[in-house]
């Protein structure tokens, strides 16, 4: 006879001791996650808490026919572990209507997340968007636009040495000199740079930058953004935005103490200098790294968990229709870079989707990171820049993508956006794009850009009751 199934923890779930409280625990819950563990593991008793806390935010489990997700343990010494195999602690197997659907092994907690969240998904009614054909909006690449020209190296610092050197005030209270810091730039950021950025032989590979040259150049960086007005500071952001490209650059930023993050330095730039969001120079550099910041998967979640309010308020929104067309079209590029990387992770996670992606959408926004007024002022800002935008075809393209990837799978599309959508009249906006063209020519029938505004328009910008979500 059946043992019944014990409670543990009231977040945790099930304490399940035998096989048949097991299957029946299965048999009760679409959605299941357990969690194999010993007394004697250290590595269990370390993530218990995490498995807790998902329990508490996924739900209690009871909610069978709806979106919760049921959490058990399972000692590793009884017939369940052996049945599934189960060897080393701790485990999880993911069940899907009683079946494994996949595993984790180990303590890692961003796998086990993202495992959850996919689970979670299967939960769910289906998106309205789920069965939409987008033919045009999947053609669209989705590898970030990145700024990877490389300027004179040498002329750059002779530019910065100068600015250096005539700088009317330097920051007192720190160490470095200007000679100090003309040297680091010099003998330790140029040589990486050319050595970096040389022409590639099969050879040879590429050096990537270490700690013992970004070290110095962070603290160099700090110094200068004090010492500097941003219409001088631009070519230290210039560097930075070609070494952004090295994804060795990319993942030590991301995981670097904030005195020593250059981001954050020049973002602190734009809050303690408010006229450095008006300097041209600065903010067409700037917006230019913060692009190529996204050829890091890792810098990515950290600029949309740390640093978004001010990247897009101050930063990216007031860009999108500026009058400077390098400065208009480096703002649109971040903004694609953005909704590309939101739109891998939504795709991710509803099963059976496919938009192009080989990476199952890991690389993406995770469902808790999901921010709806961020997402609303997006898109209210990307409408009104497709509105405005009369002179690059380029433009327009990569703000209808932009624009596409926000709402596609968006999780508050029916009540927010749709609702937005039909208030900004936004069909017609694009619709009107088709009719005028951009920059004095009228797209024919078969070009790619006019295919993808009508289809964003049709299909993502009115309600999805009123196409057929099984069309072409």
């Not at 700088?167 to 160490?175: F, I, Q």
């Not at 968006?410 to 009719?435: F, G, H, R, T, W």
Request: aromatic share 6%; charged share 20%; proline share 7%.
């Amino acid at each position: 006879m059946a043992q019944p199934v014990q409670p543990a923890r009231k977040s945790l779930g099930a304490h399940i001791t035998d096989p048949a409280s097991f299957s029946s625990f299965l048999h009760t819950h679409n959605a299941a996650v357990v969690f194999f563990t010993d007394v004697m593991c250290a590595p269990c008793r370390a993530i218990e808490p995490v498995v807790e806390r998902l329990a508490h935010e996924k739900g209690d489990g009871e909610d069978v026919g709806g979106s919760s997700v049921a959490f058990a343990k399972v000692e590793v010494d009884n017939a369940i572990a052996v049945q599934h195999e189960i060897t080393a602690t701790p485990a999880f197997l993911f069940f899907w209507k009683g079946e494994v659907v996949s595993e984790v092994k180990g303590a890692n907690v961003p796998e086990l997340r993202w495992q959850v969240d996919l689970l979670q998904s299967r939960a769910r009614p289906p998106h309205p968007h789920a069965s939409l054909s987008l033919p045009a909006v999947e053609a669209v690449p989705r590898d970030p636009i990145l700024f990877s020209q490389v300027p004179a190296l040498d002329t750059v610092l002779t530019k910065l040495s100068s600015f250096i050197d005539t700088a009317s005030s330097w920051p007192s209270s720190d160490s470095n000199s200007r000679d100090q810091v003309n040297k680091v730039l010099s003998s330790t950021v140029i040589p990486y740079l050319k050595s970096r950025f040389a022409p590639a032989t099969q050879q040879q590979p590429l050096p990537s930058a270490t700690p013992e040259i970004l070290v110095p150049w962070a603290q160099a960086t700090s110094v200068l953004a004090d010492a500097l007005p941003a219409a001088s500071l631009f070519p230290v952001v210039d560097l930075w935005r070609l070494a952004l490209v090295d994804p060795a650059v990319g993942t030590w930023v991301s995981s670097s103490p904030s005195l020593q993050d250059p981001i954050k330095t020049f973002f602190d730039k734009c809050i303690n200098d408010p006229a450095a969001l008006q300097q041209r120079s600065y903010i067409l550099t700037l917006l230019r790294l913060l692009s190529n910041a996204f050829s890091t998967p890792v810098l990515s979640r950290r600029l949309l968990t740390v640093y978004k309010g001010i990247m897009t308020t101050d930063i990216i929104l007031p860009n999108l229709t500026n009058a400077d067309p390098l400065v208009r079209t480096a703002a649109v590029s971040l903004a694609f870079n953005i909704a590309a990387w939101v739109q891998r992770g939504r795709v991710g996670r509803i099963p059976g989707t496919e938009m192009g992606y080989d990476n199952e959408g890991k690389d993406g926004i995770l469902e808790a990171e999901e921010d709806g007024e961020w997402e609303v002022e997006m898109v209210l800002a990307v409408v009104n820049g497709i509105g405005q935008e009369d002179t690059s075809e380029d433009v327009v393209r990569r703000l209808t993508s932009t624009l596409a990837f926000l709402l596609h799978l968006s999780p508050i599309y029916d009540a927010e956006l749709a609702p937005l959508l039909e208030a900004l009249n936004s069909q017609d906006v694009l619709m009107q794009k088709i009719v005028n063209g951009v920059g004095g020519v009228v797209w024919e029938k078969d070009n790619e850009v006019r295919l993808l505004v009508e289809e964003v328009a049709k299909k993502l910008c009115s309600p999805v009751d009123e196409h057929d979500t099984e069309d072409s």
